[in-house]
């Protein structure tokens, strides 16, 4: 596509129940990221996709989350038995190749986010 | 340790006004990347530069204009005539050198008033 999308761009769930949140990066870009945007805080990174690499998910903050990458492409991260401190914009982007290469200089390609909100 | 401080949290000006907004980071690399993204209300982030470490040239593109100073560690961004489209949170980012893992700060949010 034309750009990375994401969907649902807002989930509102109840404490306890799982959630799954997905993102669509740019065809034929390799590496993907999730991060997450509390609300006055900065992005915290989540967990980076490189080709058919073993992800790092040294930014996933409890065993509670968990993302998959199918095929290369479509991405779909999860959180289960949702808490109220997980409300957060998710953010997906993709780039075409990882870091160290010319691809850096152009920055990563980010979706619009999935707003979820726990109540 | 890295670390990106944006320690403006919220600006307001009046349109046409010049404005910079401050991004101070902290890193032990020698070699790492500075980046600036924009996040209008839409929420998508809109990347807009990268510098390298080993490239001080301030860079101007329209409107918009960069100071990076190694001495200070500060990666400054200036708006020219500020316009209401302008309006947005700005978002610094720090990147080492092999890394992948953006350091973003805590951005600032611009208002730019008619």
């Known amino acids: 596509g034309a750009g990375v999308s994401q969907s649902p761009s807002n989930k509102v769930t109840e404490k306890g129940k799982d959630v799954e949140l997905r993102c669509d990066p740019i065809?034929?870009?390799?590496?993907l990221y999730w991060y997450r945007q509390s609300l006055g805080q900065g992005l915290e990174f989540l967990i980076y996709?490189?080709?058919?690499?073993?992800p790092d998910k040294s930014g996933l903050p409890s065993d509670r989350f968990s993302a998959e990458r199918t095929g290369g492409s479509v991405s779909t991260l999860t959180i289960q038995r949702t808490q109220q401190e997980d409300s957060a914009v998710y953010l997906c982007?993709?780039?075409?190749w990882g870091p160290g290469t010319g691809e850096l200089s152009y920055g990563y390609t980010f979706g619009s986010g999935t707003r979820l909100t726990v109540v | 340790a890295q670390k990106v401080t944006q320690a403006q949290t919220e600006i307001s000006v009046v349109e046409k006004e010049d404005v910079t907004l401050d991004c101070v980071y902290e890193?032990?690399?020698?070699?790492?990347?500075l980046f600036w993204y924009k996040q209008p209300p839409s929420g998508e982030l809109v990347f807009l530069i990268r510098?390298?470490?080993?490239?001080?040239q301030n860079e101007i593109s329209g409107r918009y204009s960069w100071n990076f100073q190694k001495s200070t560690s500060s990666f400054n961004f200036t708006i020219t005539a500020s316009q209401v489209v302008d309006s947005a949170v700005y978002f610094c980012?720090?990147?080492?050198?092999?890394?992948?893992?953006?350091?973003f700060g805590t951005g600032t949010r611009l208002k730019v008033l008619a």
């Open positions: 982007a993709s780039s075409l």
């Open positions: 890193t032990r690399d020698t070699t790492y990347y």
């Open positions: 510098r390298n470490s080993f490239d001080e």
């Open positions: 980012a720090l990147a080492g050198s092999g890394t992948y893992k953006y350091i």
């Open positions: 065809s034929g870009h390799t590496a």
């Open positions: 996709f490189q080709g058919n690499s073993a």
